[in-house]
Nanobody
Framework: QVQLVESGGGLVQSGGSLRLSCAASGNIFRIYVMGWYRRAPGKQRELVATISYGDTIKYGKSVKGRFTISRDDANNTVFLQMDDLRPEDTAVYYC??????????WGQGTQVTVSS
């Protein structure tokens, strides 16, 4: 069984920064893609950023230029540096991993709240 432990969420003022971490442990197959998604109240879940093995990166349109994703394969960890945060970034952020052999796992989510 795989556990994804997210940390780093919280309350921050508009223009501030937060850094999210997601560490995977347990019976982990080789990880292909690591990423972050978010769900704001009353909205559908949306892509924030993904990074593949080999470092191909994708960003959601609304965060490009403000957020930076990175990964540490030795420790099965993915990070999301969030700068210039805005109230519309308020959401629950979820970590997701995809394996080379197929299948995915999701974290439990961490709340990010940006006050104006």
């Amino acid at each position: 069984q795989v556990q994804l432990v997210e940390s780093g969420g919280g309350l921050v003022q508009s223009g501030g920064s937060l850094r999210l971490s997601c560490a995977a442990s347990g019976n982990i197959f080789r990880i292909y893609v690591m990423g972050w998604y978010r769900r704001a109240p009353g909205k559908q879940r949306e892509l924030v950023a993904t990074i593949s093995y080999g470092d191909t990166i994708k960003y959601g349109k609304s965060v490009k230029g403000r957020f930076t994703i990175s990964r540490d394969d030795a420790n099965n960890t993915v990070f999301l540096q969030m700068d210039d945060l805005r109230p519309e970034d308020t959401a629950v952020y979820y970590c997701k991993i995809e394996y080379f052999v197929g299948g995915t796992d999701w974290g439990q989510g961490t709340q990010v709240t940006v006050s104006s």
